[in-house]
């Protein structure tokens, strides 16, 4: 997590006395981390925390697993106990913040990465399904006895992965990924009452989360609301709601934070030109997809593919 950040969100936490922000108005979303704009976006470090971590959001996927310590951890207003064997998995735009009892230190596993990673079809399916039932299921899960000594295992053996470089690293970081999320997710299930009684239609019909993945997997297509709204069961206006309530984005500046998020891996991990990547996240000619990328970045494509290479 970026020291800058850390600053931000200390001094906002003072300006603000402690109060609670809705989402919506949260003051900042966090939107990079180690290797994000690689060919492999994932991110796994050990990390040791004596007074917790300010309230914070930020746009990819996080999974956090108690080794030592204990503490609390608040997501979207829902506080749970942190101790050794405490699984979290916190998806995009949901405010968390993490607490640290007096006198102990948390240790804990943070590991982040793109949506992209569970996309793959597998045996069963795609993985993103994840996702779906976050109105239903909790976001951790408490692991104990075997099941704490198995992912806790996996965990470790997952972060010598990431910090070697055998051959086939990469291969085998993605298995122990959703070998660990389906530990989770079975977990989860299991302990879950919620997870056993019938979802309701008005449930399903208002989730973002579907149309979030939805826009993930079909960004480089053109994609609009009233288009949005004939492949969901909710209006033009609530799906603009929705997306808003979730992100604090508009859907537009949201599709261009998709794109725009993918043409930086292709810039800094592939030798595309940049006109291929243009229309390989979804602009239609260089010049929009130029001028969209300099009011997001900063900086022009052909500058960010120097910078990220230097």
């Known amino acids: 997590m970026e020291k800058n950040a850390f600053r931000y969100f200390r001094k906002m936490s003072q300006f603000f006395g402690g109060v609670q922000i809705p989402m919506t108005y949260f003051p900042l979303v966090l939107k990079t981390?180690?290797?994000m704009n690689s060919s492999f976006p994932?991110?796994?470090?050990?990390?040791?925390?004596?007074?917790?971590?300010?309230a914070h959001r930020h746009d990819f996927l996080e999974f956090s697993y108690v080794i030592e310590g204990s503490g609390s951890e608040t997501i979207n207003g829902v506080k749970h106990t942190m101790q050794p064997g405490t699984f979290t998995f916190v998806l995009p735009y949901q405010v968390h913040e993490l607490f640290t009892d007096p006198g102990s230190t948390l240790v804990l596993y943070n590991c982040m990465f793109s949506m992209d990673l569970l996309m793959e079809q597998g045996l069963d399916g795609d993985f993103s399904a994840l996702l779906d039932d976050l109105d239903r299921l909790t976001s951790y899960a408490q692991f104990t006895g075997e099941d704490a000594t198995v992912l806790g295992r996996l965990t470790a053996e997952m972060f010598v992965e990431y910090t070697s470089k055998e051959r086939w690293r990469r291969t085998m970081l993605q298995v122990k990924l959703k070998e660990i999320l389906v530990h989770f997710d079975r977990h989860r299930r299991e302990h879950s009452a919620a997870a056993r009684e019938e979802q309701s239609p008005s449930r399903t019909a208002s989730s973002v989360w579907p149309i979030i993945h939805y826009i993930h997997s079909n960004y480089r297509e053109e994609l609009t609301l009233t288009s949005l709204s004939h492949q969901f069961p909710l209006s033009?206006?609530?799906?603009?709601?929705?997306?808003?309530e979730t992100t604090g984005q508009t859907f537009v500046q949201f599709l261009h934070d998709v794109r725009i998020r993918h043409a930086c891996g292709l810039l800094a991990s592939t030798d595309m030109s940049v006109s291929e990547i243009a229309l390989e996240v979804g602009y239609g000619s260089y010049k929009t997809f130029s001028r969209i990328?300099?009011?997001?970045k900063g900086i022009v494509p052909t500058d960010y593919r120097k910078s990220a290479g230097s």
């Open 33 to 35: 981390y180690p290797n």
């Open 293 to 296: 990328f300099r009011e997001n």
């Open 42 to 54: 994932l991110h796994l470090s050990m990390n040791r925390l004596k007074k917790g971590f300010p």
């Open 236 to 244: 033009v206006s609530r799906i603009s709601e929705r997306i808003k």
